[in-house]
T-cell receptor
Framework: GAVVSQHPSRVICKSGTSVKIECRSLDFQATTMFWYRQFPKQSLMLMATSNEGSKATYEQGVEKDKFLINHASLTLSTLTVTSAHPEDSSFYIC??????????FGPGTRLLVL | DQQVKQNSPSLSVQEGRISILNCDYTNSMFDYFLWYKKYPAEGPTFLISISSIKDKNEDGRFTVFLNKSAKHLSLHIVPSQPGDSAVYFCAAGVFLETSYDKVIFGPGTSLSVIP
């Protein structure tokens, strides 16, 4: 099956710093990438939908200026958590698709803000 | 190596019949399992979960069964309805020492319910 990677797999940073998470589709061109956040013991929350070459569409309640998404190419999307705070600590997952049904998930990135 | 597997990429079921979606995992350390449903052009939505200490959880038409010795879980939908046609993702999670969990998703199974 198709492979989606995320980098880094885990990151620990100080409060106030910015963290960039990369999502790559390794063997296919992803027309759309999704970014999710997983809260402990809760279901996945969709943060934004990113189409290559256009601005991301954010879900209600997600701050655009806080979570910057750049989908620069058909194989790469980045999520930057700006001025991270402890409450941003979470598990961030991306997924990529080239069609409407098939969606491939990355392994996730664990962010811990101290 | 895939830790969460869904070996059937697609499944077709007649309306009113039972749909059984299967999922296998390799890591016996998973603490809970989740099923997500995804419609075209939308993100997945949470459907049902089961703790690793249980063997069954039921919510309306949806029942998840867990067989820990076989490292296998299944989602049963009874009766199946055309609106159930979607891609179903199985996911497995593990509690970590920190405040967030690690969740691994399977590749998904596309279910078609035929009227």
């Amino acid at each position: 099956g198709a492979v989606v990677s995320q980098h880094p797999s885990r990151v620990i940073c100080k409060s106030g710093t910015s963290v960039k998470i990369e999502c790559r589709s390794l063997d296919f061109q992803a027309t759309t990438m999704f970014w999710y956040r997983q809260f402990p013991k809760q279901s996945l929350m969709l943060m934004a939908t990113s189409n290559e070459g256009s601005k991301a569409t954010y879900e209600q309640g997600v701050e655009k200026d806080k979570f910057l998404i750049n989908h620069a190419s058909l194989t790469l999307s980045t999520l930057t958590v700006t001025s991270a705070h402890p409450e941003d600590s979470s598990f961030y997952i991306c997924s990529a698709t080239w069609g409407e049904e098939t969606q491939y998930f990355g392994p996730g990135t664990r962010l811990l803000v101290l | 190596d895939q830790q969460v597997k869904q070996n059937s990429p697609s499944l077709s079921v007649q309306e009113g019949r039972i749909s059984i979606l299967n999922c296998d995992y390799t890591n016996s350390m998973f603490d809970y399992f989740l099923w997500y449903k995804k419609y075209p052009a939308e993100g997945p939505t949470f459907l049902i979960s089961i703790s690793s200490i249980k063997d069954k959880n039921e919510d309306g038409r949806f029942t998840v069964f867990l067989n820990k010795s076989a490292k296998h879980l299944s989602l049963h939908i009874v009766p199946s309805q055309p609106g159930d046609s979607a891609v179903y993702f199985c996911a497995a999670g593990v509690f970590l020492e920190t405040s967030y969990d690690k969740v691994i998703f399977g590749p998904g199974t596309s279910l078609s319910v035929i009227p």
